[in-house]
């Protein structure tokens, strides 16, 4: 089974303010169970959009363990003053390659 990477595209208005944020928050994600990676990336054509690629040994890892998780909660405190509009998250595995 291949790992499952969660995408969340999120749109930021202070983009200083949010990638500190990340970076506060990496600890967070990487301690969670079935974290496998945390990444960050800035949408070159629209600079206040980010995507956060989180790959996750199961989709159950992220939807239901760091959900519930201190973490989490955590990380939202950090990171949604900075949301211009609520992310969007979805979720991808390989199936070739």
Avoid at 13 to 24: K, L, T
Avoid at 75 to 84: E, I, K, V
Wanted: aromatic share 10%; glycine share 4%.
């Amino acid at each position: 089974m291949s790992p499952v990477v969660e995408v969340a595209e999120i749109k930021v208005n202070d983009p200083a303010g949010f990638e500190a944020a990340v970076v506060a928050a990496r600890p967070w994600f990487l301690a969670a169970e079935g974290c496998l990676d945390l990444a960050l990336h800035r949408v070159v054509e629209t600079p206040d959009t980010y995507r956060l690629l989180v790959k996750w040994r199961r989709i159950e890892d992220h939807m239901v363990a760091f959900r519930a998780s201190e973490g989490f909660q955590k990380w939202r405190a950090l990171a949604s003053p900075y949301f211009a509009a609520p992310p969007v998250v979805t979720h991808s595995a390989a199936i070739c390659l």
